[in-house]
């Protein structure tokens, strides 16, 4: 059968958050209460794990279930037209309050909150006349990690993520920082470690499989076709993060 590459899935961007969780099918009501979601496809393996995908305003977001000890709880930026209506539908939903939506110094409203599953949800409406980062969706993955300078220079390697802004305290602690991997924004400041798990579509999986081994990835899985039209690698950085690089098909 002839396949044409077509590297990015219809509807996805680069990089795609991947929510691992024990009980997904709290995770997908509590998405669809709080934020909206609409869950657009659903599979299970032959192990009996559950596979969705959901969409959110602008953005795609996968997840799944795992067992007890093995979550990979993540952040996430939302970009919303009203933070403080956001946050009382996710409490309302169940969410536990993390901040409740304050006015911040750099030009927008944010709160936050955990999720039932453990993920952890930024609320954020932007000040009128406050201009967001080009390419930044209603979802943005935000990385909690110790050295994120050393993260970035991996991701800079591995990527070829373009660094767009790096904001210090006087300690030299980064407070926030984003970079630029193909078409998707990636965020980070240095928190207490959550190890996170992201789909990465790009080109050749083979090629930037390659790239992020030689930055120093450990590799999980060797590129492989998958039966569901991707052909697939998985890396794990030095963090504990994990990168499924993957190039659709289109079969």
Same mark, same amino acid.
């Given at each position: 059968?002839?396949?044409?590459?077509?590297?990015?899935?219809?509807?996805?961007?680069?990089?795609?958050?991947?929510? !691992?969780?024990?009980?997904?099918?709290?995770?997908?009501?509590?998405?669809?209460?709080?934020?909206?979601?609409?869950?657009?496809?659903?599979?299970? &393996?032959? !192990?009996?794990?559950?596979? +969705?995908?959901?969409?959110? /305003?602008?953005?795609?977001?996968? +997840?799944?279930?795992? %067992?007890?000890?093995?979550?990979?709880?993540?952040?996430?930026?939302?970009?919303?037209?009203?933070?403080?209506?956001?946050?009382?539908?996710?409490?309302?939903?169940?969410?536990? !309050?993390?901040? %409740?939506?304050?006015? @911040?110094?750099?030009?927008?409203?944010?709160?936050?909150?955990?999720?039932?599953? /453990?993920?952890? =949800? *930024?609320?954020?409406? @932007?000040?009128?006349?406050?201009?967001?980062? $080009?390419?930044? @969706?209603?979802?943005?993955? *935000?990385?909690?990690?110790?050295?994120?300078?050393?993260?970035?220079?991996?991701?800079?390697?591995?990527? !070829? %993520?373009?660094?767009?802004?790096?904001?210090?305290?006087?300690?030299?602690?980064?407070?926030?920082?984003?970079?630029?991997?193909?078409?998707?924004?990636? $965020?980070?400041?240095?928190?207490?470690?959550?190890?996170? /798990?992201?789909?990465? *579509?790009?080109? #050749?999986? #083979?090629?930037? *499989? @390659?790239?992020?081994? %030689?930055?120093?990835?450990?590799?999980?899985?060797?590129?492989?076709?998958?039966?569901?039209?991707?052909?697939?690698?998985?890396?794990? #950085? &030095? =963090?504990?993060?994990? =990168? +499924?690089?993957?190039?659709?098909?289109?079969?």
């Amino acid at each position: 059968m002839t396949m044409t590459m077509t590297g990015v899935r219809g509807g996805f961007t680069t990089v795609t958050p991947y929510l !691992s969780v024990v009980e997904v099918e709290r995770l997908v009501r509590f998405a669809e209460e709080a934020f909206g979601a609409v869950e657009t496809g659903r599979s299970t &393996g032959g !192990s009996g794990h559950v596979h +969705c995908e959901l969409r959110i /305003g602008d953005s795609m977001l996968m +997840c799944g279930d795992v %067992a007890a000890g093995r979550e990979r709880p993540l952040a996430l930026h939302m970009y919303v037209p009203d933070a403080d209506a956001v946050y009382q539908r996710a409490l309302a939903a169940g969410a536990e !309050s993390l901040s %409740a939506p304050q006015d @911040r110094p750099y030009g927008e409203r944010q709160g936050g909150v955990k999720d039932p599953t /453990g993920n952890i =949800w *930024y609320m954020a409406t @932007r000040f009128p006349g406050v201009q967001g980062v $080009e390419g930044m @969706r209603t979802l943005t993955p *935000y990385l909690h990690h110790q050295n994120a300078l050393g993260l970035i220079d991996f991701l800079k390697q591995a990527f !070829s %993520a373009q660094e767009l802004g790096v904001y210090k305290s006087p300690e030299g602690r980064v407070m926030h920082a984003a970079l630029r991997i193909g078409d998707a924004i990636v $965020e980070m400041g240095e928190a207490e470690p959550m190890p996170a /798990g992201f789909y990465l *579509y790009v080109p #050749d999986a #083979d090629a930037l *499989y @390659r790239q992020a081994v %030689a930055a120093g990835a450990r590799s999980l899985l060797t590129p492989a076709d998958q039966p569901y039209g991707d052909r697939m690698a998985v890396v794990e #950085d &030095g =963090w504990g993060n994990t =990168w +499924c690089i993957a190039t659709h098909l289109g079969r």
